[in-house]
């Protein structure tokens, strides 16, 4: 992106899902079973030589909701 090292998709989406499974406390054989729907990527995230601090938001929703 214009020459800017940006973070794969894959791995923001890995972010998230680690995320969620921590936040429930789930067991391994739970944490196969997590799926994310109706992602949005609000912006890049562009990673320099500095640190840099992402922050996930998420909801829980009832399945069928």
Do not use: I, N
């Amino acid at each position: 992106m214009k020459g800017q090292r940006v973070l794969p998709g894959v791995a923001y989406l890995e972010l998230a899902r680690a995320a969620v499974v921590q936040a429930l406390e789930l067991a391994a054989s739970q944490a196969r079973d997590v799926r994310l729907e109706q992602v949005v990527f609000a912006q890049p995230v562009v990673v320099g030589d500095a640190r840099w601090r992402c922050t996930l938001r998420s909801c829980r929703r009832t399945v069928g909701r």
